[in-house]
């Protein structure tokens, strides 16, 4: 969780403040509304309003992982 200040008084508007949390499918920072979000059931997360994330279970570090074994798969072939 994390903390979003914006502030705009300089330019005469006003000083606005959010909890944040990270989207679990692709790290977007999502800011805390007092009304629920999107909540993916199969990861138990928080997730953004992206369709792809909304839609299909994908965590994020599962994604890394997939990529991370790929080059590996890549390079021990030689491609």
């Known amino acids: 969780m994390g903390y979003l200040l ?7 508007g006003l000083k606005r403040e959010y909890d ?3 989207c679990k499918h692709c790290q977007a920072v999502i800011k805390v509304k007092r009304e629920s979000g ?8 928080p997730v953004c309003d992206n369709m792809e994330c ?14 991370l074994r ?10």
């Open 6 to 12: 914006v502030d705009d008084t300089a330019s005469g």
């Open 70 to 79: 790929r080059q590996a798969l890549f390079k021990s072939i030689g491609v």
């Open 20 to 22: 944040t949390v990270s």
């Open 38 to 45: 999107n909540w993916c059931r199969n990861c138990s997360g």
């Open 54 to 67: 909304v839609k299909r279970c994908v965590p994020f570090f599962k994604k890394v992982e997939e990529k």
